[in-house]
Structure formats: C-alpha cells, structure tokens
C-alpha cells in the first residue's frame, strides 16, 4: 500500500472518534445530492441505461454514496487512504452486490489498466496530487471511458424562520478565505485550490473536458440549526487542524449570522437555517 497523500493531514480520518463523529454529524442530503447530480450526468452520457459495466470511487469515505452509485453498475470499486473509513464501508449494511472496498490513495489506485468505464470523485479532488493522480485516472480507464469529479462550496446562508432576514454571503466568503490561508501554511502547497472557481480545474490535463456549476440549496427535509450545521463542520479533519493554529473562522461565522439576524441571545440550536451550496461537476473523456 502506498503512503497517504502529502495534501491529507497525516491522521486526517484515521482515527476512529473522528470518522464516528463525521459520519454522524453528516447530513443525508451531503451524499444524497451529488449522488443524484452524478447519476442524472451519467444517464446523459448514456453510461447507465443498463447495470453494467464498472465504476471506480475515488476517496470513498464510509461508503454509502458508494453504495448508492453501485446500483447501476455490474461492479463497483471503492478506494480511500483512510483504514478507518475503509473498515466502516465494509461493516456497513448493506445488500449492495458487486462493491469492494480498498486502502488505497489517489496516487497509486490499485487497479488493473483499461479496467474502469467510469471513474468519480466527489469532496477529494483537492486532497490531490494531481500530477500524480490525472495519470492514474487514464491508466485506468477503458478506452471510453469517463471521469466525473464532484465538489461544492458554501454559498449563502438564509433563515428558515423568517424569508425577512438577509442573506448571509460576506461572512462566508470570509470564512472560506480565512481556511484557505492557514491550509496553504500548514497543508500541502497545492491546498489553495480548494477554491471552486479557481485554478484547480483548469489546470487538468485532458483531452476533452467539461465543467458544469449550478447553485443548489438542500431540500426542506434536509434542514439544519446553526449549531447543527457548524458542528459537522468543526467534526471535519481539515477544520480541526486548522483550529489547532488558534483560528476559528468557523465560529466567527456563526457569530456573524447571529449578529446579523440579532439573535445573539439565541442557542444555536434554536436557529433554523437553509444552506445555498455552489456545486461544480468536471467530465472528462
């Protein structure tokens, strides 16, 4: 097995507390939907009119957005450095035929050549090396075949109490901004491209490549309080590292949206919000 990535702090999801937080504090509608935007990209294409073929899952976490993929597929593979997560994808219940699950990184996928018919990755293209990474995605791939990279960023926050209030959207670029600058400190050089409309994507190389963005709110059922949706974020590896340099921008925004609502008197929990996440898609073929 080859080392973890240089981008992926060292014990990022190794730990065992830090995947059970993760996977508790996840919200359905964080697999869900680029679950369903990959699906609906892939009937498009024509890559799914049937279940066949194979589909590689990159960075695969837990595996249930794995899972979800495999039912349109004959065999689906799942791969991520973290024996944590791994080990929770395979206990994981579930009838799901033809999945695996692999302790693998980005850089050296333990798969055979021209072996794949498509290949995703949603929330890891910028724990990457991608010099190393674009070369393994062709090496795998069948003649054909496509490569569907998934990512979105934290656009507006709104109340769910009262259309009335403002948009939150200046704090959260703040916060976003504030990350980015501690990660290129302490994470690997290349961590800036983070951002979604930055240099990440163009810098791919590929003969044919194309970018879809859409701006997308989580549905009703998917709702979160301000304490609720900070707290998955604060259970993230890379926002704890972060903390560890004593910046927490992540509680300069929750403060933020109290103050602009005038509920600083309110537990956060009371906060009912709605969250507007910018998403981009990449296919490449």
């Known amino acids: 097995m080859s080392a973890p990535s240089k981008v992926i702090p060292e014990d990022a999801f190794n730990r ?15 697999m869900d939907m680029p679950v369903r935007l990959i699906i609906e ?13 194979c589909l590689l899952d990159v960075g695969c976490g837990s595996g249930e957005s794995t899972r979800l993929l495999a039912k349109d597929f004959h065999h689906t593979i799942g791969v991520d450095p973290s024996a944590a997560m791994i080990s929770y994808a395979i206990a994981f219940d579930n009838d799901t035929a033809g999945v695996e699950f692999k302790v693998a990184n980005a850089e050296k996928l333990p798969i055979e050549d021209s072996s794949v018919d498509v290949i995703t990755a949603m929330f890891v293209l910028h724990y990457t090396d991608l010099a190393k990474f674009i070369p393994e995605c062709k090496r795998v791939l069948k003649p054909g075949g496509i490569a569907l990279f998934y990512r979105q960023q934290i656009s507006k926050i709104l109340s769910a109490e009262d259309d009335a209030l403002p948009v939150i959207d200046g704090p959260v670029k703040m916060m976003i901004r504030q990350l980015l600058e501690k990660a290129r400190e302490m994470s ?12 990440q994507f163009d810098a791919i190389s590929w003969e044919k490549k194309n970018i879809k963005i859409n701006e997308l709110e989580f549905a009703p059922d998917a709702l979160w309080t301000l304490g609720s949706w900070s707290r998955f974020y604060h259970n993230l590896p890379f926002h704890q590292k972060v903390r560890k340099s004593g ?9 933020a949206v109290k103050n602009t609502w005038t ?12 969250v507007v996440y910018t998403t981009a898609m990449i296919h490449l073929k």
């Open 16 to 30: 065992e507390e830090t995947v059970q937080n993760y996977i508790k504090s996840r919200p359905r509608a964080m």
């Open 263 to 274: 509920m600083q008197d309110r537990d956060s929990d009371d906060i009912k919000i709605r």
């Open 188 to 199: 690997h050089p290349s961590f800036h491209t983070y951002e979604l409309h930055g240099t």
């Open 247 to 255: 910046v927490n921008p992540l509680s300069e925004l929750v403060q």
């Open 41 to 53: 990209r892939l009937r498009e294409l024509g890559k799914i009119d049937q279940r066949s073929g």
